[in-house]
């Protein structure tokens, strides 16, 4: 079991410099943990996770600059900078910037589970279909494509 360790993740650094590229958006982890991981994200505009459960995590997104539309739970909502999402272990949600410009955040989540492993796996991965693919190994599912009418 890791610990968490105190300490001063310093701006502009990363956990073992590490800088991960998810289809398209950036995220620097700053600190991981067994009990929690969390990570600096940029989404360029037009990007966006598509909605999907963690079973066995609550997430916690904390907006810094831009605009996300969210899918919460069956709901549309939305947040600016200095929000707070809350993200609930067992509910759906899906993160969209449609803003126009980036938008950055700050992501944890409590407990770690796979998602190190996860992010690590799909690092520069272009295939969507296995993204998915290998979310769902790492309990991350994601839902189905909603029809649009």
């Given at each position: 079991?890791?610990?968490?360790?105190?300490?001063?993740?310093?701006?502009?650094?990363?956990?073992?410099?590490?800088?991960?590229?998810?289809?398209?958006?950036?995220?620097?982890?700053?600190?991981?943990?067994?009990?929690?991981?969390?990570?600096?994200?940029?989404?360029?505009?037009?990007?966006?996770?598509p909605p999907?459960?963690?079973?066995?995590?609550?997430?916690?997104?904390?907006?810094?600059?831009?605009?996300?539309?969210?899918?919460?739970?069956?709901?549309?909502?939305?947040?600016?900078?200095?929000?707070?999402?809350?993200?609930?272990?067992?509910?759906?949600?899906?993160?969209?910037?449609?803003?126009?410009?980036?938008?950055?955040?700050?992501?944890?989540?409590?407990?770690?589970?796979?998602?190190?492993?996860?992010?690590?796996?799909?690092?520069?991965?272009?295939?969507?279909?296995?993204?998915?693919?290998?979310?769902?190994?790492?309990?991350?599912?994601?839902?189905p494509p909603?029809?649009?009418?």
């Open positions: 079991m890791t610990k968490m360790t105190a300490g001063v993740t310093k701006a502009g650094d990363s956990v073992d410099g590490i800088v991960w590229n998810i289809l398209g958006q950036t995220y620097v982890p700053m600190q991981v943990c067994d009990a929690s991981f969390s990570w600096h994200a940029t989404f360029p505009d037009g990007t966006f996770v999907h459960i963690h079973p066995d995590q609550d997430e916690f997104i904390y907006v810094l600059e831009g605009r996300f539309d969210l899918f919460l739970d069956g709901n549309d909502a939305s947040a600016t900078a200095g929000d707070l999402i809350r993200l609930p272990r067992g509910i759906a949600h899906g993160i969209f910037n449609k803003s126009g410009a980036d938008t950055k955040c700050i992501f944890w989540v409590a407990p770690t589970q796979q998602l190190w492993s996860l992010f690590t796996k799909i690092h520069n991965l272009p295939n969507p279909v296995e993204v998915v693919r290998l979310a769902a190994e790492h309990n991350i599912h994601f839902l909603q029809a649009e009418g």
